[in-house]
C-alpha cells in the first residue's frame, strides 16, 4: 500500500516471480504446465516485508514443480 511504501516497507513476493530461497519460503508445491512456469511463484501463501532494506519476514509461497 502507498502509506507502507511512505514509511520505507515493501512486500515480498509476487505471483509468477521466480523463487529466490533468500527472501521465499516454499510451502506447498503444485504443477505447473509449461517448462517456463517452473521454480516461479504460483500462489502466495502469507506476504513477506522488507523494511528498507532489511527483510523482516520471507514470503510464504506455492510454488510450480516442472514437469
Keep these: 500500500s502507498i ?3 511512505d ?3 515493501s512486500i515480498v513476493g509476487q505471483i509468477g516471480e521466480a523463487i529466490d530461497y533468500n ?3 516454499v ?4 504443477e505447473g504446465n ?5 521454480s516461479t511463484i504460483a500462489r502466495i501463501y502469507k506476504l513477506g516485508y522488507r523494511y528498507k532494506n ?3 519476514r520471507k514470503a510464504q509461497v506455492i510454488a510450480y514443480k516442472g514437469k
Design 54 to 56: 532489511k527483510l523482516y
Design 3 to 5: 502509506a507502507m511504501a
Design 7 to 9: 514509511c520505507g516497507v
Design 27 to 30: 510451502v506447498a508445491v503444485v
Design 34 to 38: 509449461a517448462e517456463s512456469q517452473e
Design 23 to 25: 527472501k521465499h519460503q
